[in-house]
């Protein structure tokens, strides 16, 4: 590794809202950035210098009038996963899950304890949604029940779902590196053999139907894809969907409902949102 192997892009946003930072986090996490940082008025993305490309990062950003420039600027490699560990803390959800990395102490004991493992960690996701899926996730009756993890990341929920009993989970993650992650996590928490990774979009759904299917996405991508979620669930199935602010939900609420949903209950975290609908 040379002195200057890592680019660091800094865009600077007009007027700067964490809001505004975490939404273009979410969209430029599709590329291969390693990390971001928030320092207002600019979020900082880093990415090794061979695989920046000005043009991708240009079309992702041109559809926000709160962006006002980008640059790039040659920095050292830095050791991201030291950094992931810093910065990772422990999720305890109702005192019932706890996700854990083998370096926290201290952490409680609980009924389903999920172990991610930092040398294949590719983000945690929104602690907020993360969060407020499981917490949702708790109230569906899991065993026996086949559930589809959208955009799985660490397959935090995928585990989880195992964990509570599902006799069959499909891991999805459009980014091969977490894919892997994802496998990795699953069996280092002993639910390899139930749980299926795989590297795609949502179009891998019509290879089934399923009694839950989790979404922790992006709104657009929720959006996009809602029609694809619906057709995929079984009658009586249970659609979670996370990862968008309160605001979002009105419209998130209105693709479902047009497609046949029937609005489940709503929770909301620190501006974020969790919405729950069931098939009829």
């Known amino acids: 590794m040379n002195s200057f192997d890592y680019l660091e892009v800094a865009i600077r946003l007009d007027p700067f809202t964490q809001e505004g930072a975490d939404i273009l986090m979410a969209e430029l996490s599709d590329l291969p950035f390693d990390s971001f940082v928030t320092e207002e008025p600019c979020l900082k993305a880093y990415i090794p210098r061979e695989q ?52 926290n102490t201290d952490v409680p004991h609980t009924r389903y304890n999920i172990w991610i493992d930092p040398q294949m960690a590719f983000g945690t996701g929104y602690h907020q949604t993360t969060y407020m899926m499981m917490q949702r996730m708790l109230g569906i009756p899991m065993r026996g029940l086949s559930v589809v993890d959208m955009g799985c990341g660490t397959a935090i929920l995928a585990i989880l779902a195992a964990k509570m009993g599902a006799r069959k989970v499909f891991a999805v993650d459009i980014d091969a590196v977490a894919a892997h992650s994802a496998w990795g996590n ?39 894809d809602m029609a694809t979620y619906v057709r995929s669930l079984r009658r009586g199935g249970h659609l979670l969907l996370s990862g968008f602010y309160e605001a979002d939900v009105p419209v998130i609420r209105e693709s479902a409902e047009a497609a046949g949903l029937a609005f489940a209950g709503q929770s909301s975290r620190e501006g974020w949102a969790c919405v729950e609908f069931v098939k009829a």
């Open 186 to 224: 699953c069996r280092w928490n002993k639910v390899g053999t139930r749980v299926e990774t795989a590297c795609g979009d949502a179009s891998l759904l019509q290879m089934g139907t399923y009694d839950v299917l989790l979404a922790n996405i992006h709104r657009n991508i929720i959006l996009e």
């Open 52 to 103: 920046y490309r000005p043009q991708d990062v240009k079309v992702v950003l041109s559809g926000y009038d709160f962006v006002a420039d980008f640059k790039a600027f040659p920095v050292q490699g830095r050791n991201w996963n030291k950094i992931w560990e810093d910065s990772f803390q422990p999720i305890v959800v109702d005192g019932t899950v706890t996700v854990k990395a083998p370096f």
